[in-house]
Every structure is written in structure tokens, then in C-alpha cells.
């Protein structure tokens, strides 16, 4: 190619290709045919025929600043989001204030910062998630309610099918239900003796015994390898081999049980009227209140604070706590006996069911009730899934609530009808099944949408080994918390009060002197008014200071307990006229009284 021809095709600066001292009039000059029409052939050919710079068609530039808006404005909807889910996965209320020590305060502000570095790595962690829930969903004039079980199993995958069982035990019913932390495993309690651990996932069963006597409730402690029995007289813990492990003789004839994970502690109701706790670490009692309202049949413990819920026979559910002597709170629920009771995983809600036939929702923040359901018996069980749904069970009948719980729906979202009598029920944890005990056995019911489809590991793993287990155990026992932490509002743990003391003492006085003057003007009879007591001779130091010096001995304090006593025998000789009694006069005395009679 000659050197015309390289240049032909070299571009100017606006874009447009020229040739150097040729024109571009004819097709054979610059070498293209007029068959060969091209792109380059609209563009001007020259400079001269090039447009003038004022003619040129701006083109603009991505502005740097609109990128970095555009760039921000997803940034911050992307941070909002995080936010938000961030906010479920707090634990407690932030420390606010100063505190004097600094080593304390960078204590505190490392925790913080650590808690707050989890809950975003949780919130971040949602976005891995696989697995998603799912409902029923009806088309057209359909009711999800007219679905029956058997067209659920047609339209599902094997795995879920196998799910679905009735067991058939008509001998020794009607049988209580519990199913472990992780949902692997389920408790059976027949009425009239029968006990039995199964692995209800793989069919495995894990112990069977009969214990030949009334059992009126079970319930698993920490894990499987330990469950506790409430029978006609005491409640007894059992291993997973069916082995009797404890005899718990202060759980006098118990009716129903509960147990608080993270305190390690064993709750109990019966028909002495009792709520006790047992310390299952220690063997001790932790607690024990008389309510004074008769024999209770229901005890539920709230997730959120470990509260015991307990349901009377008139109507009232008290919340109690082990270390408070009365209840923290009591609830006038219905206007009869309470059957059943059920609180959701939030702590914000509680459903009961009494002798009335209503089934009413409350607010347990605000202790009033949000709206009732009306049932054609008084149900007998009820129970709340992860992720809100109500289910309630009277006669053969069972009925399930879909967002029955912050709004009142109007139509039931399943219904089914068992064997027999209902008496007791239970969501399957991180699963979408529903346990239920009756008087001819257990019966297991598919619900779509109940269970939370992702567990956490360190929280509760369907899937955990023996080693797992061993290891989670040793964890719940280091991290046990203490009986005493307890309370309505969670939070209150790890608060400071900003006030300084002089502040505190100041305001406390005020506060006294307050109740004093409301006390002198409603007309009581007040001998003194308040006073500000300050510190003096006998404050607490120096309380200490003194006990502390009564037990140094040395030369110096025996010198000047020896001149205490002289001094004390000469005064109180002093005081006395005449000779000394015979009886207070040593041995040698007279020596001295002839020695002193001679000079």
C-alpha cells in the first residue's frame, strides 16, 4: 500500500477520514469503487468540505456527578434495606451514657460495636438464603379452607407426602405432644401410662416405656437426650433410654410443664395451685409461688422473656417470673375456666381459649385485647406457628388462622377433621406440619407456609450430629443465664442510669419529701419530716474499717489496752469508799496492803 493510501484512511479529529491533496469527487481517485458505498462515504473527503466547528453536533459527556447521584441514590436505598432487616436481629436496647472507668467504657463500646457488626452480617447473610415459604393459594371462587389432605399430598413433592402419617394407638389414649427445639424429634404422653420418643423424620424410635400410672403432660428439657413427665404424683425425668434419671418431689401433682432453655430451669403447674422452678443444672429450687387461685392446667413460657404464662380456673392468666414473689402481671380473660393458651415466637401476642367457646387475641405490650373468634366448642388446644399461624382444635374439628393474629380475618386458612377428640397440638419447627394428640393416637397434618424455611445452625439444626449436640450442650451451659434475669422487658439487662450519684441521692430525696408532704396534707400523723442523711461515724467504711482494725493485734494495741484497763481500775476504785470485798481481792492482795502500811 503506498503512502496515499495510508493516509486515506487515517481519521481527523472530529471523526471524518481526508486524503492529503487528492479529491474525493471521483470514485477512481480515491480508489472505491461506486459499487462499494460505505459508512465513509457520507463523511466528508476533504478538509474544506469538512463543517465548521460552530456546526458540529455536541455530543455530552457523561456528567461525573450524575453517575455519582445515580450511584448514591442505589447505595442508599440498598442501605435502608439493610436497615430495616437489621433491626429484627437487635439484641436489647444500646448502653447510653458515660460511664467513669475508661477501660469500662471501651468494654462497653467494643460489645456494641460487635453486636451491631452481627446483626449486619445477619441482615447481609438473608440475601444467601435458598429457601422461600409458600401458601395455598386459591383461584377463582375457591376457598383454601375446601382443600382437603389428600388432594394437598397429590400436589406435592414425595419428601412432603412422606410427612403425612396417622398413628393409630386407641389403647392408652388421649396423648399429649411435644416436638424438640430443632423439630427432629417427638414426645408422646398417653394418658394412661404410655411414653415414647420418635424420630419422626426417619421413623426411628428412640425409647418406649410405660410408666403404669396417670400422665397428665411431657416435655423435653435442653435437648432429646433428657425429657421430664408430669405423672399423678410428681414429675420425673427420663433419659433417651427410657431410664429414670430424677424423681422431682416438689412438682406435687403436676398438670402441666414447661421448660426455659436458656436458664436451664424446669416450670410446672398442678392441681395444688403451684408454679414451681427447678433448676435442672443444680438440682435446686429456683423458685416457688402459691397464684391462690385453685388448681391451673395450662403453662406456656413466652420465647421473648421466658415468662410463665398460667391459666386459672377463673378466667385469669397470671405471668410470673421464679425470683418475683407475685405475678408480674394478671390478665382477665375469659369468664370461665382457661382450656388452652398459646404465645407467638415475637412475644407480642397471646391467644386463649376458655369454657366461654371464644378464642381471643392479645397484646401482651399493652395486656388488651385485639379481637376474639367464635368456635362451636370450647377448644382444647391451640398453638401459634413461626410465622403466625393460629391453629385451634375442638372435638374432631381443627381449624387454622392465616394473619389471624394482628387483624381478625373472616374465613379460617385449613380445616380438618380428625379421628377422634383433639387434646392436644403443636407446629413442627422449620417445618410446614402440624402435630396433633388425640384420644385414638397422633395424627400429623400438612400446613404450607407454617414452619420458617431457614434455620440458623447455631440456634436450632435439624441436621446436627452427636458431636453437634455435644458441643451445643457444653454452650448452653457456659452461657446460662441466671434465674433472677427474668423480667416483663428483656432489655432492662445491661442498662446504666446516665444520673450521677449525688445526683441519684438528690433526687431520691426529692422524691421522699415529696411522699412526705402528700402524706402530711392527706391528714396522716408524721412525727418528723424527711431529712437529707448524710454520711457520718457510722457509715458503711467506716463500719468496715473498724471490724477490720479489731482483729489486728500488736504491740502498740496491746500497750494501750493495757493503759485502758489501769486507767478503768483506777477510776472505778476511785468511785468505791472503803476496803475491797474479800471476793474481789486476789491471793497475794494482802502483801501488798501490809507493803503499802509499812512505808
Not at 443444672?281 to 406456656?300: D, F, I, K, Q
Not at 458503711?540 to 500488736?554: G, L
Request: proline share 4%.
Amino acid at each position: 500500500m503506498s503512502a496515499v493510501g495510508k493516509l486515506a484512511n487515517l481519521p481527523s479529529k472530529d471523526g471524518a477520514q481526508f486524503t492529503k491533496g487528492i479529491s474525493a469527487a471521483s470514485p477512481e481517485a480515491s480508489g472505491v469503487s461506486a459499487n462499494e458505498e460505505s459508512d465513509s462515504e457520507q463523511l466528508p473527503r476533504t478538509l474544506r468540505d469538512a463543517p465548521a466547528k460552530s456546526d458540529r453536533k455536541k455530543t455530552k459527556k457523561p456528567n461525573k456527578r450524575d453517575t455519582q447521584s445515580n450511584v448514591t441514590e442505589e447505595e442508599d436505598e440498598a442501605a435502608r434495606e439493610l436497615l430495616q432487616r437489621t433491626q429484627k436481629y437487635k439484641r436489647g436496647a444500646e448502653v447510653g451514657g458515660k460511664v467513669r472507668s475508661k477501660k469500662a467504657q471501651a468494654g462497653i463500646d467494643h460489645a456494641q460495636k460487635r453486636r451491631a457488626e452481627a446483626a449486619k452480617a445477619a441482615a447481609r447473610s438473608e440475601m444467601l438464603l435458598t429457601e422461600s415459604s409458600g401458601y395455598l393459594e386459591a383461584e377463582g371462587t375457591e376457598r383454601t379452607f375446601k382443600f382437603t389432605q389428600r388432594q394437598i399430598a397429590d400436589n406435592v413433592d414425595i419428601a412432603s407426602t412422606e410427612k403425612m402419617f396417622n398413628l393409630k394407638l386407641d389403647e392408652f389414649g388421649p396423648y399429649s405432644l411435644k416436638y424438640s427445639t430443632n423439630g427432629r424429634h417427638m414426645l408422646l404422653g398417653g394418658r394412661r401410662g404410655h411414653v415414647a420418643c420418635v424420630d419422626w423424620r426417619n421413623g426411628r424410635l428412640g425409647c418406649e416405656l410405660h410408666v403404669r400410672e396417670t400422665i397428665r403432660d411431657v416435655c423435653w428439657l435442653h435437648n432429646e437426650s433428657l425429657f421430664a413427665v408430669a405423672q399423678k404424683r410428681q414429675a420425673y425425668i427420663y433419659d433417651h433410654t427410657g431410664a429414670e434419671v430424677h424423681c422431682l418431689s416438689r412438682h406435687i401433682e403436676p398438670t402441666a410443664l414447661g421448660f426455659l432453655p436458656h436458664h436451664m430451669l424446669l416450670a410446672s403447674t398442678g392441681l395444688t395451685g403451684k408454679i414451681v422452678y427447678q433448676d435442672v443444672t443444680e438440682g435446686r429450687v429456683a423458685g416457688e409461688h402459691r397464684a391462690g387461685y385453685g388448681p391451673s392446667h395450662v403453662l406456656r413460657i413466652s420465647p421473648y422473656n421466658a415468662v410463665a404464662h398460667v391459666g386459672h380456673g377463673n378466667g385469669i392468666v397470671t405471668l410470673w417470673g421464679p425470683q418475683q414473689p407475685q405475678a408480674l402481671a394478671k390478665v382477665q380473660c375469659h369468664r370461665g375456666p382457661i382450656h388452652a393458651l398459646a404465645l407467638d415466637s415475637s412475644g407480642t401476642y397471646m391467644a386463649t381459649s376458655g369454657l366461654d367457646g371464644h378464642v381471643r387475641i392479645w397484646d401482651i405490650r399493652r395486656f388488651e385485647q385485639l379481637h376474639e373468634y367464635r368456635t362451636a366448642r370450647p377448644a382444647q388446644a391451640l398453638d401459634i406457628s413461626q410465622r403466625g399461624l393460629l391453629a385451634a382444635g375442638w372435638g374432631r374439628s381443627l381449624s387454622i388462622w392465616k394473619d389471624a393474629l394482628a387483624t381478625r380475618v373472616d374465613a379460617p386458612y385449613m380445616r380438618h377433621q380428625l379421628a377422634a377428640d383433639v387434646s392436644s397440638m403443636g407446629f413442627v419447627p422449620y417445618d410446614d406440619v402440624l402435630g396433633c394428640g388425640h384420644a385414638q393416637g397422633v395424627a400429623s397434618v400438612l400446613v404450607p407456609g407454617a414452619g420458617e424455611p431457614n434455620f440458623d445452625a447455631l440456634v436450632a439444626n435439624p441436621f446436627q450430629t452427636p458431636r453437634q449436640r455435644q458441643e451445643a450442650e457444653v454452650r448452653m451451659l457456659l452461657d446460662k443465664l441466671p434465674a433472677d434475669s427474668i423480667q416483663l422487658d428483656p432489655t432492662f439487662i445491661g442498662r446504666m442510669d446516665p444520673r450521677s450519684r449525688a445526683q441519684q441521692h438528690s433526687d431520691s430525696l426529692a422524691d421522699a419529701q415529696a411522699r412526705h408532704a402528700a402524706s402530711r396534707a392527706a391528714g396522716a400523723h408524721l412525727d418528723s419530716a424527711v431529712r437529707n442523711k448524710t454520711k457520718g461515724r457510722n457509715s458503711t467504711a467506716k463500719r468496715y474499717a473498724r471490724k477490720r482494725n479489731a482483729n489486728i493485734v500488736d504491740l502498740k494495741r496491746l500497750q494501750e489496752m493495757e493503759r485502758l484497763e489501769k486507767d478503768l481500775r483506777e477510776s472505778t476504785a476511785k468511785r468505791r469508799k472503803g476496803p475491797l470485798p474479800a471476793h474481789e481481792t486476789g491471793a497475794l492482795h494482802r502483801f501488798y496492803a501490809e507493803k503499802n502500811n509499812t512505808r
